[in-house]
């Protein structure tokens, strides 16, 4: 009986995150055209100020209490992290086709298994030794898609950012499943939202200009949809292990081919379908670890 309530729950929890992928990939799109309207920075500075106003509305309102000194350094740091981030991902997007975008970014979870052996002293497998090989290889098949098509060098100089975010959002998978058991969903997407817009505040003197009247409507809906995607993915990630929701993470590019081709025009380049197609089997590799050995197996053996 316990054993199917577990699978209810996970099962439950993997609908509430593909629904909040698709949210975020909605605000994805809408970044993208304001990202080209306004600017990478003011794009973000205006979303996340909208976003830290929807929060601080729940949050508050909801009388919640103070987060504790070890959610607090979780919210800063992924709050801090989400900064370049942004900045690097949604540059990137503004250069290159939706799909060819959240495609490289599939490379995240790869890049994370480097990290969890730095930081968490892990064992690198030989299965994700093979994983990683396969997943570079389906970046560079994605890239020589690129140079086909000839999108030119401000799209290349666009998927090398997009790297670059995928490498720190490989930190942020594995922040997000400690922030998610530390504190509730509105708390994480008030902190969340609240510390990014208070970063970007800081070049503000420098680099902001207010939006258009037009925009506002598109800075508010990419606010909503960041601020309903991330209380999904909190509530899902509380509630089931990382390995069992990853796979979640690979919808976004069935939204990204959609979205990209009914708002942008943009036609999926064949290559990026085969590179895609290698990172996520390279993913699934590296996510299909061996059981630890029994110890009772383990104790027989050597009798």
Known sequence: MRQGKVRSSTATAFAVATLGIALFSGMDAVMKHLALAMGTYNALLWRTLAGATIGAAFYFGGRNAWPGREAMRVHLTRGLLGVPMALLFF????RVPMAQAIALAFVAPLIALYLAAIILKEKIEGRAILASLLGFAGVLVILAGQAEAEMGPDAFRGALAILGSAALYAYNIILMRKQALLARPTEVAFFTSGIMAGSFLLAAPFLAEPPPMAELPAIVG???????????????????????LAPVEYTSFIWAVILGFLIFGERVQPLTLAGAAM???ACLIAA????????????????
């Open 279 to 281: 990172i996520v089997v």
């Open 91 to 94: 540059w990137g997007l503004a």
């Open 288 to 303: 299909t670890r061996r059981p630890p050995p029994d110890p009772d197996v383990e104790a027989g053996v050597h009798a």
């Open 222 to 244: 990419a606010a909503l949809l960041a601020f309903g995607s991330l209380l999904l993915l909190s509530w899902a990630y509380a509630r089931a292990e990382a390995q069992h």
